[in-house]
């Protein structure tokens, strides 16, 4: 079965610094990756997605990811942050086929000032 | 247009009680998601939902899970004589279409079995 790992549970960075969001998962012949945000009592928003192409995908607030196919990883991207940024993100895998997200447990990203 | 909305957004229940709780999706959507979110375990699938296809229940942890899609469009999930360990937030998403589509999610429903 397939499977998601985000390898820090807690990530804290100051305001304005860069900071990458680590995603790896299970091999498979192929597969759909996604980043998703959930902001404090809020449902969970898409951020980006890879369904095929280019390897480097941009997503909206300014996040990018990479698709790693040799290294099995989509890891979460920003140059720098903001406060705003403060969230818990989940990397989600949806393997080809009619088959549901699998997400990794999150990471909580927390921007200091 | 409106999202994905949820009822309620927070619940208390005795152990052993049940427990019904409701997406609304958005208008024309026709697959809903169920997913469970458990302090520390990331987002758990339960259930699927697609037009009048039979649903996926290959996600739901005990058969005293259940849940209805009505009229293709509110669901409803009912945890049956609730345990602790069901507490967590209880999340609903819906897409356009099938699984290839993009998810979108509602604020769920915080569930806390005392």
């Known amino acids: 079965a397939q499977s998601v790992t985000q390898l820090d549970s807690q990530v804290p960075v100051f305001e304005e610094a860069p900071v990458e969001l680590r995603c790896n998962y299970s091999s498979s012949v192929s597969v759909y990756l996604f980043w998703y945000v959930q902001y404090p009592n809020q449902g969970l928003q898409l951020l980006l997605k890879y369904l095929s192409g280019s390897t480097l995908v941009k997503g909206i607030n300014g996040f990018e990811a990479e698709f790693n196919k040799s290294q099995t990883s989509f890891h979460l991207r920003k140059p720098s942050v903001h406060i705003s940024d403060t969230a818990e993100y989940f990397c989600a895998v949806r393997p080809s086929g009619n088959t549901p997200l699998v997400f990794g447990k999150g990471t909580r990203l927390s921007v200091i000032a | ?114």
């Open chain 2, 1 to 114: 247009g409106a999202g994905v909305s949820q009822s309620p957004s927070n619940k208390v229940t005795e152990k052993g009680k049940d427990v019904e709780l409701r997406c609304d999706p958005i208008s024309g959507h026709t697959a809903l998601y169920w997913y469970r979110q458990s302090l520390g375990q990331g987002l758990e699938f339960l259930i699927y939902f697609q037009g009048n296809s039979a649903p996926d229940k290959s996600g739901l942890p005990s058969d005293r899970f259940s849940a209805e899609r009505t009229g293709g469009s509110v669901s409803t999930l009912t945890i049956q004589r609730t345990q602790q360990e069901d507490s967590a937030v209880y999340l609903c998403a819906s897409s356009l279409r099938s699984l290839t589509y993009e998810q979108y999610f509602g604020p769920g429903t915080r569930l806390t079995v005392t």
